[in-house]
């Protein structure tokens, strides 16, 4: 069914909304792909807080316009789906990551991050950074390493006097 005007100004004032709240953006090329793949994809992506959408090329590239993905709008030919990241950076990169290694007909072929257009090889780096509780807890364990280092340090020579009390009080019962 055909979109009037307004219909493609909501879907475009909707997807710029969406871009523009976004960290990370994927691209991929879905010929080929039944409904209910397709259903899987955006299940798997609601779970994630991913948004999933298909989307006439020259509406995404109105869309992205003035946004950080204003970077894709060169790449965007063919039939694509996008997939825009809400909370974790990765979070996109994992869920169309992990579709298309069981679906091969849904080919990665744009991904961005910062305002940058990466390598649609740089998926899988994507996906691999720490979601946001993962980061906290490396920072909070880099942050407590030295302060526990020096509670180490500070009680060691006690430790070691006690240690050694309780060696000559051994030696002094088995005499």
Not at 131 to 138: R, V
Request: net charge positive.
């Amino acid at each position: 069914m055909a979109l009037n005007l307004e219909g493609k100004k909501a879907v475009v004032a909707e997807v710029a909304e969406i871009a523009s709240t976004a960290y990370s953006a994927v691209a991929a090329e879905y010929d080929g792909l039944t409904v209910s793949d397709m259903t899987v994809l955006r299940n798997a992506a609601r779970e994630q807080n991913v948004h999933i959408r298909v989307i006439r090329n020259t509406l995404a590239r109105r869309a992205v316009e003035g946004t950080d993905f204003a970077c894709m709008q060169e790449g965007m030919t063919g039939p694509l789906v996008f997939g825009f990241s809400m909370e974790d950076p990765g979070a996109v990169a994992r869920v169309m990551g992990e579709f298309s290694k069981e679906n091969e007909k849904l080919e990665v072929k744009m991904v961005s991050l910062g305002g940058k257009l990466l390598p649609a090889t740089d998926i899988t780096r994507l996906a691999k950074m720490p979601t946001k509780d993962q980061a906290i807890g490396i920072l909070m364990g880099t942050m407590k390493a030295p302060i526990e280092k020096l509670v180490r340090t500070l009680v060691a020579p006690t430790s070691k006097m006690v240690r050694t009390l309780a060696a000559v009080r051994d030696a002094k019962e088995a005499a």
